[in-house]
């Protein structure tokens, strides 16, 4: 079965710093995986996707993700947090036709 | 880009009572939409799958008779939740592939239920 594993079910970090938000998979075909924003009360907004082709994904707001199929690895960052980052964060992959399979999810705390 | 839609957006009903919650997709037909179900700091739980034209596929362990899934035309589904209790409250959150487009997914903003 395919699944999605985030590190880290709340990462902190102050503005202007790094964001790196961590996310592997397993899956036993090549995957399409995705990673969603979510702010309190709201629905899921889509940042990146991988699908096939390039290996590094530019994404809305700054953001990018690389696939490593050596480490079946999908992790998000962005070089400059803002106050604005501040959210939820989901990795997801696709499973057989469809479905969207979520990890747990990891929480983004910006420090002033 | 393509918008979907969910109404309510919150809703507070008595235990017992039924409460049907609308997904439409605005500027595309979508022949699948999906239902998920998110707890408090929680990740999304997928419900099922709703197909226009046909019955919706569950998910294991979610009740159909609880949670009635219709999807009638090419840009609505609905989600009634019926006899309502309180630990039916939750977020829930649909989602409709652009078929005619690049098959993506696209999200509502999601419903709050609230059932006392």
């Known amino acids: 079965a395919q699944s999605v594993t985030q590190l880290g079910s709340h990462v902190s970090v102050s503005e202007g710093a790094l964001v790196l938000l961590r996310c592997n998979y397993s899956?036993?075909?090549?995957?399409?995986l995705f990673w969603y924003v979510q702010y309190p009360n709201q629905g899921l907004q889509l940042l990146l996707k991988y699908t096939t082709g390039a290996t590094l994904v530019k994404g809305i707001n700054g953001f990018e993700a690389e696939f490593k199929k050596s480490e079946t690895s999908f992790h998000l960052t962005k070089p400059s947090a803002h106050m604005s980052d501040a959210a939820e964060y989901f990795c997801?992959?696709?499973?057989?036709?469809?479905?969207?399979?979520f990890g747990q999810g990891t929480r983004l705390t910006i420090n002033p | 880009g393509a918008v979907v839609s969910q109404h309510p957006s919150r809703v507070i009903c008595k235990s017992g009572t039924s409460v049907k919650i609308e997904c439409r997709s605005l500027d595309f037909q979508a022949t699948t939409m999906f239902w998920y179900r998110q707890f408090p700091k929680k990740s999304l739980m997928l419900m099922a799958t709703?197909?226009?034209?046909?019955?919706?596929?569950?998910e294991q362990g979610v009740e159909k008779d609880k949670f009635l899934i219709n999807h009638a035309s090419l840009t609505l589904s609905t989600l009634t939740v019926t006899s309502a209790h309180p630990e039916d409250s939750s977020f829930y959150i649909c989602?409709?592939?652009?078929?005619?487009?690049?098959?993506?997914?696209?999200f509502g903003e999601g419903s709050r239920l609230t059932v006392l």
């Open positions: 989602s409709a592939r652009n078929a005619g487009g690049t098959g993506e997914l696209f």
């Open positions: 709703s197909n226009e034209g046909s019955k919706a596929t569950y």
């Open positions: 899956s036993s075909v090549p995957p399409y």
């Open positions: 997801a992959l696709i499973q057989g036709a469809q479905k969207l399979v």
